[in-house]
């Protein structure tokens, strides 16, 4: 029921859409090398490029909080461990995080945890890159979320295989990463059947 | 390309006023409009015609105002000549208009002005007339006829029984409308010269309606099913609403079954927005605004007699697309098993007040994954009904088997 604007005033866009929150496996997103920023403005949404074939500016993980660590003195910070099937998030939360550093302060690991947050793609001196989250929150949950978001999270990289080299996105990601689709299948699979049937 | 005919039909129609015109020439024109300067060919023949009543002075023949046409045929920018029935007079506007209200014949309807200036008969309700040479023009994103001083008024018998069609209210665009609708809510007014508001349902959907103080005019009984012919469509900010005064209304025995228009979304709780919680809201009569924790309603000041509510804000993301959801009172407190009443002790016992709330609803559902039912306004949810989504173990099959697939 979009009306058009023929003839009236121009209408404000007033529609601002949010980034969604993608599901990805520690082991794919452990792999992701690829970042960029969409236009040219200093707050145009910077995105990682996923292997499996997807842009991603926020994502959602549910796992395992194992190990957590306050660093810093001035700016303190935490560093935290988080993981999935597949392997490992390693997350963080600083002082632009205030909610999530309180949130992680409170919880204490093992526990499950639901985590929003920006991936960042970082290079070390001697090359190799890391891929951390910083949170915009993460809270204590149940074992049947964590669960449930395995499924949610197979779903969706099932999806995007499928879709791959079908989408700009997904060729993109053929030619950067050459990901083989038999690997992300392999995945996904194996996270399923850790759960109880 | 031949141009004979569409020529031939040209000086027909001059002939028929008493003018001769050199087809031959006619042609010419047409060729080199159509093949040198690619208009289109309708295009081309009325660009001649409009040419011709000019040299001859012609009323009525020139653009395509010389085609009789149906009302569903008009197309904007065109003249047009119709015959048609008075179906409704409104309040005209404005004194530059002479009358205003809506015409219809068997194919359709159309809103109508007669220019003050036009001079031109005033027309009576429920009569025909043939309209000749008047302007099809579009007025906020409807379409609207316009009788001015070189529109020949004439009326006529016709004692055709117009019967105008009922319109699915999901159908429904600019213009005019009938249909038949259940009354399902009814809204404080919110402006004085406003007798009525609220919304019609049917099967397909639901719009809102409005009718304006008019002497005659009677309210609508929230229940009950009612059959409107020719009301206005109006658009605004994208969504549609009934005017009901030019209509006519007719009360009807039975019910429908009316659709909501509820959508349903499952997703991850991602944010909880500030604002969620237990909130004070301005107590003054038809304000209800949330006012701020020193108790400061941005209209009324300071009110020492705030009510308190419950709600969520919030994002729900599938991983594709996130929605914007807004949960009141009653669905809030069925999905985190926290009442108003509980919810304001512990904002009184805790030296956190208020925040302690919001801390201890968003632990018990951000990151959760949740279902909701609700009206879809302006890209944001207002739900109706929410719950946790389990973990379902069928699922898990499902997927191994898409998994575990050959590429």
Known sequence: MTGSAKGGFPRRDLTFEREPARRVFAGELRESRIHFREGDDEKSPTYVLLPSGERCNRVFLVGTLTEKKKQGEQNPFYRARMVDPTGTFFIMAGSYQPEAMQQIARIEPPAFVAVVGKPNVYETPDGAVLISVRCESVTAVDKDTRDRWVLDCARATLDRIELLGNTPDGERALQEYHTDPALFRKMAYEALSQLSL | MDYTDTAERISQKVRAKGHEVDTVKLEGKLKRLVEEFGVPPTEAERTVMSELSREFSINGLGTAAGEEKTLNQLVTGEWATVETKVVSLTSVPSSAVAQSGILADSSGSIRFVVWAKANAPILSLGKWYRLESAV?????????????????????????????????????????????????????????????????????????????????????????????????????????????????????????????????????????????????????????????????????????????????????????????????????????????????????????????????LRDRILGRYLTCQGREIDSRMLVNACRFLPFDPQETAALLNRAGGSP
């Open chain 2, 136 to 360: 099809v023009d579009e007025y906020r994103g409807a379409a609207n006829l316009k009788i001015h001083s070189g529109t020949v008024v004439k009326e006529i018998t016709r004692d055709t029984v117009l019967i105008p069609k009922i319109t699915p209210i999901q159908d429904l665009s600019p213009g005019i409308g009938s249909v038949r609708a259940k009354v399902i809510q009814e809204w404080e007014t919110t402006h004085e010269r406003m007798f009525q508001s609220g919304l019609l349902g049917d099967e397909t959907g639901t719009i809102k309606f409005v009718l304006w103080k008019e002497e005659g005019k009677e309210r609508l009984t929230p229940g009950m099913v009612y059959t409107i012919y020719y009301a206005g469509v109006d658009e605004f900010s994208g969504r549609y609403s009934l005017n009901l005064n030019p209509a006519t209304v007719i009360q009807e025995e039975g019910d429908i079954t009316v659709n909501s228009g509820d959508t349903s979304f499952s997703g991850a709780l991602v944010h909880i927005a500030p604002g969620s919680g237990l909130i004070k809201r301005c107590p003054v009569e038809g304000c209800n605004r949330v006012i701020s924790r020193q108790n400061y309603c941005p209209v009324h000041e300071i009110q020492p007699g705030f009510l308190y509510d419950l709600r969520i804000k919030g994002w729900l993301d599938n991983g594709e697309e996130t929605k914007e959801i807004l949960v009141q009172r009653e669905t809030t407190e069925q999905l985190t098993g926290l009442s108003l009443d509980q919810a304001r002790e512990i904002a009184e016992n805790n030296p956190l007040g208020m925040e302690e709330v919001f801390l201890r």
